[in-house]
């Protein structure tokens, strides 16, 4: 499985738009800025199952092979800071 994550700033927030072989759109703006990463990463782990996928976050590959278990904090991580400074 292949996941291309696109993570962008909003006025309010911020917007995760999945595609690949899960796709779909993730926009947020009640969660405090410093919990972002770890929101979105909750909320695309409830929609799929993503062991072994390869994750690629804003055109840069973030994991060859993705586990939940293992690689959740970091994938958290990822998502926070690929949102750029000031979030």
Excluded at 31 to 40: H, Q, S
Excluded at 71 to 84: R, V
């Amino acid at each position: 499985m292949k996941v291309h994550l696109k993570v962008e700033r909003t006025s309010g927030g911020v917007r995760v738009v999945a595609t690949g072989d899960y796709e779909d759109t993730i926009e947020t703006t009640l969660v405090p800025r410093e919990r972002i990463g770890r929101f979105v990463a909750d909320l695309i782990l409830d929609r799929v199952y993503l062991k072994g996928a390869q994750i690629i976050v804003n055109d840069a590959i973030a994991f060859e092979v993705f586990d939940a278990n293992d690689n959740f904090d970091e994938f958290a991580e990822i998502i926070q800071e690929a949102q750029g400074s000031g979030i």
